[in-house]
């Protein structure tokens, strides 16, 4: 079975552009997370989905951040507009029965 | 609410010795905990989980970690580090019927030779 895939791996954005990163999950899990990495305040979750319902989506980050789910084999997040402190690592996860499979995680600097 | 608190951010140990990664839990229900392993430029992996049972799981690559109800503890372990286990360690919680995990700050492992 093929993993968590996120595109692209690398991006780079002047502040003020927008910017869509991609997730397909494992084929069967109904459950997918969005998370972001930094040094600082480490793993905070973005959006949580079950079944492709919005199950969470974390209160700090709602107005410039957006998750959609618009299939069971595809996620997208988009931040817009950007600001240099979204500079982190976005990772995607999907679960099964408790287990959480995440994908490598897309590097995000906005210039 | 469940938390969990890992309170050492850097870990140095020399290649062969042994390993403790202190975890510790705050749940009112029975938890489901987790250690995940994340190497550089990487997602996280699952190392091992404990649903219930034997306190003490196995896992990948010579991992094990005991939980304790009465510390409210769930501590990784290793007998003898390699050079590539270098990488940060996340403990993490969570329970029956929740696909939502809640890490830790995570503890950055770094071997020397």
């Known amino acids: 079975d093929a993993g968590v895939t996120q595109t692209p791996r690398h991006e780079v954005a002047e502040k003020g552009q927008t910017i869509i990163l991609k997730c397909e999950p494992v084929?069967?899990?109904?459950?997918l997370f969005w998370y972001r990495q930094t040094k600082i305040q480490g793993l905070e979750l973005l959006s949580y989905f079950r079944s492709k319902s919005l199950m969470e989506d974390g209160g700090a980050f709602k107005d410039r951040f957006k998750a959609e789910m618009l299939n069971s084999s595809f996620s997208t997040l988009k931040i817009q507009p950007t600001e240099p402190k979204d500079s982190a690592v976005y990772l995607c996860?999907?679960?099964?029965?408790?287990?959480?499979?995440f994908g490598p995680g897309t590097r995000l600097t906005v210039l | 609410a469940q938390s969990v608190t890992q309170p050492d951010a850097r870990v140095t140990v020399s290649e062969g010795a042994s390993l403790q990664l202190r975890c510790k839990y705050s749940y009112s229900a029975t938890p489901y905990l987790f250690w995940y392993v994340q190497y550089p430029r990487q997602g996280l992996q699952l190392l091992l989980k404990y649903y219930s049972g034997d306190p003490v799981v196995q896992g990948v690559n010579g991992f094990e970690a005991e939980f304790s109800k009465s510390n409210s503890s769930f501590h990784l372990r290793k007998a003898s580090v390699h050079w590539s286990n270098s990488a940060v360690y996340f403990c993490?919680?969570?329970?029956?019927?929740?696909?939502?995990?809640?890490f830790g700050a995570g503890t950055k492992l770094t071997i020397k030779p």
């Open positions: 996860a999907s679960s099964f029965r408790n287990e959480q499979y």
């Open positions: 993490a919680v969570s329970s029956y019927g929740n696909e939502k995990i809640t």
């Open positions: 084929s069967g899990h109904n459950d």
